[in-house]
């Protein structure tokens, strides 16, 4: 078999069209325009791209882009005071804090202290628990552009058998619970489950969040499942920097139905999904109808 590729890359093209065509409509109908307040605190090279990327990407769709620029020293309290700053600003619907902080500043003091109405990454233990229970909630962005991909290519979701291979806050434990709110069967894996290979072999559903590259070899997919890979690790391959996954690309596509490639798989998803996420916090703050297929 050889397996579909879902491209992340054409499909975030998809997302960023819809979020720019109710950004135009907001504007044009209610005279709103959502706002995306960007915090980065010290001078991490990744952080710097991530963030002119989310800056680039948030202007082309109409929306209104700030960016706060902090000192590596900026103290906690600064800190604080200016997500106050931007919790009170009815210009602003959405507020990311870049992570990782340096090391002296409290990231889960930092995060909570977001307005949930706002915390457009999901990560406020607030929006947690929503989503743990089933209520609506701001959902964190790779899970989200995950759960996008597969509706996509499968339409419904319901009955399938999904492992979730990673429990991580950010990814693994939220996937599980988007899964759970589409009728899948869910089974939270990782690197110290029992029989692990048997586990991830009878799941319609593979999604590899446990950050070891190729971790996971073709011999564990069933035939004909949906690989989504949301890796991305870093190695040395023939003398070359390489970019990789948390699956063995080429034999797990030799099984699967599906799957997701990296780079352009479940990346690009992320910031679409960001994107998307401000302006669903956006039409929620002002009592409007939420944009039809950017949630959950």
């Known amino acids: 078999m050889s397996a579909t590729i879902i491209d992340g890359k054409a499909f975030a093209g998809t997302v960023r069209e819809k979020v720019a065509g109710h950004v135009s409509r907001l504007k044009a109908e209610h005279g709103i325009t959502p706002g995306l307040a960007v915090v980065l605190v010290g001078e991490d090279p990744a952080s710097q791209v991530y963030v002119r990327s989310k800056g680039k990407m948030t202007v082309e769709v109409g929306m209104k882009s700030v960016e706060h620029k902090l000192d590596v020293e900026t103290p906690e309290a600064e800190l604080l005071a200016l997500i106050d700053q931007l919790n009170n600003d009815p210009e602003i619907h959405g507020i990311l804090v870049q992570l990782p902080l340096p090391k002296h500043l409290n990231e889960d003091l930092v995060i909570n202290s977001i307005d949930p109405a706002k915390d457009v990454d999901g990560f406020h233990i607030s929006n947690v628990g929503l989503l743990g229970t089933g209520q609506k909630s701001m959902v964190p962005c790779t899970p989200l552009g995950c759960l996008m991909m597969l509706r996509d290519h499968h339409g419904s979701l319901s009955g399938m058998d999904a492992v979730v291979i990673g429990r991580s806050n950010i990814v693994g434990k939220p996937m599980a619970q988007l899964l759970l709110g589409d009728s899948c069967t869910v089974t939270i894996a990782h690197s110290r489950t029992k029989d692990?290979?048997?586990?991830?072999?009878?799941?319609?559903?593979?999604?590899?969040?446990?950050g070891r590259p190729e971790m996971v070899p073709g011999e564990w997919i069933k035939e004909g499942a949906t690989v989504i890979d949301v890796g991305i690790n870093r190695i040395e391959r023939d003398g070359k920097n390489k970019l990789v996954g948390d699956v063995?690309?080429?034999?797990?596509?030799?099984?699967?139905?599906?799957?997701?490639?990296?780079p352009g798989g479940v990346g690009p998803m992320t910031?679409?999904?960001?994107?998307?996420?401000?302006?669903t916090a956006c039409c929620r703050a002002n009592g409007l109808a939420e944009p039809e297929g950017l949630t959950a």
Do not use: E, H, Q, Y
């Open 271 to 279: 910031i679409a999904c960001l994107l998307a996420n401000t302006v």
């Open 248 to 262: 063995d690309f080429d034999s797990c596509a030799a099984r699967a139905g599906a799957i997701t490639p990296v």
């Open 196 to 210: 692990l290979a048997d586990v991830v072999r009878r799941a319609d559903i593979v999604v590899a969040a446990v």
